[in-house]
């Protein structure tokens, strides 16, 4: 029996190798990013500590000033809420989308390398007021996966330079 395991998990294996199928690595920032300032008002935004790790781990030294940067991320904006999507005939929220939004820019030396760009994640959620503390937590836990998600948004748009 744990030969057509076998045999199944090295066919699947072939399949995805086949159709070009590649897990995506570290993103390929420009070398001109090596030591990065980023500019932001809120330091203690999700999005800002996601980004500021996501940027150590591949391989960006974040500098404490713009004057010993090679390049400068500009957090322009750092917006998150939620928005109620539909009600009750009782005129009850049921439905909530949680978002999140970033603007950024990236000057190099002088030179803007990225001009002012804005990205957007959504997501949404059903709510039940008889759960109301498992769904603080659900909208916690949602807001965390999106700002993750504005992260990676953020690190392709700058390896795409």
């Known amino acids: 029996m744990w030969w057509s395991d ?3 998990l090295l066919g699947s294996a072939l399949l995805i190798t086949a159709c070009g199928f590649q897990l995506r690595g ?34 960006v030294d974040i500098v404490d000033t713009p004057v010993d940067a090679t390049a400068v991320l500009n957090i322009l904006y750092d917006r998150t809420g939620q ?9 009850v929220p049921r439905e909530f989308e949680v978002f999140y939004t970033v603007g950024f820019s990236l000057d190099v030396g002088e030179t803007a390398a990225l001009a002012a760009q804005e990205q957007t994640v ?8 008889t759960l109301v503390l498992g769904k603080a937590h659900e909208q916690e836990i949602l807001r965390e996966a999106i700002a993750a998600d504005v992260v990676r948004l953020v690190m392709y748009q700058l390896a795409s330079l």
């Open 122 to 129: 959504t997501r949404n959620y059903t709510y039940d007021e």
């Open 83 to 91: 928005r109620v999507l539909s009600v009750s005939a009782r005129n």
């Open 26 to 59: 570290a993103a390929e920032l420009p070398s001109d990013m090596a030591r990065t300032y980023i500019a932001t008002d809120d330091r203690l935004s999700l999005f800002y500590r996601q980004l500021r790790a996501e940027l150590r781990g591949n391989g």
């Open 6 to 8: 076998r045999i199944l």
